[in-house]
């Protein structure tokens, strides 16, 4: 009995000090949060080289903790990120879902590591870091198993397009037509009249284009001063080709200049000429009928005494140089003194 009293006093005192310790120690605070629950979901397990897949992350822990979840897998693995992460939160009675959606995909074939960096649980006054542990995914071949059997189709044309002669004869139309039309160029090219060939004989010309002139009939349409313009052009004409054939482009007081030393052409007469014309064709000089025939007729005049003095001076040049007068003197003088 003395025993039983003693262990009964022994246990009185232990369950005393064990209420002393528990009125003693510092309750737990506000919001302190239990030990987060992890999980890891990875749909499909299985994908081809490049085909997308989905790893949900999972944690579940107090209502008042935060969940910051990494921005996506190791840069460095062979896992890339498509899109950017999604983050949804579910609250419950006691605790809340806190869930991070990646879409990866995988660029080499077989078994690939995922890596995610810890999530960080903040709580009231304390941190915990988070691991997802070591997660993988399968990357299987896109050629079917028996690709070596196979044959492949062979590659089809850029354009089917149907068999036709049609556009061989276009074609052949179309190119005969052009070396018909250079043809007829060509002949046109040979047979057109060369106006700028110099004739034959300048004074012969002249007097044919005086007579053209005349038959015009300016002088009784009332254009007295083409007429004129006209007239003296012959002339300039005639004698650029028959004396001066480098004078064509002058102008009339060059011409006059350039044919001065020329004794065949009265300058005089020239020089009046071609004044009256620069004052009909530049200065509106206004001529009547009766002045302007005056001067088509002098124009022509002119051409028919400048053809004379040339016809004589060519004449002259072939005769050959006049014999001495002594000569002729002596020889009458002999043959009368032999009569």
Sequence with gaps: MRALGYATVLLIAFAGSVLAASAQAPSSPAGAHASAHVAVRIKPDTVRVGEPFVVTLRVQTAKTATVVFPAGPDSGGAVEALDPRALATTPGASAADFTATYRLAAWDLGRQPI??????????????????GDLTILVTPTTPADAAHRVPRAARALFALPRSWWPAWEIAAAALAILVVLWLITRWWRRRPRHD????DPFADATRDFGALERLGLLDAGEPGRYVALGTGITRTYLVRR???????FTSAE???ALAEDRRVPRARLEALLVESDRVKFARDALSAAEARALGADARRLVEEVERRVVAAAAAANAGPP???GVGSSASGTRGHAA
């Design 197 to 200: 060939a110099p004739r034959a």
């Design 115 to 132: 890596t995610f960096a810890p999530a960080l649980v903040h709580g009231a006054g304390t941190d915990e870091s988070v691991a997802f």
């Design 255 to 257: 011409l006059v200049d």
């Design 323 to 325: 014999a001495p007068a």
């Design 243 to 249: 004396l001066a054939p480098a004078a064509i482009a």
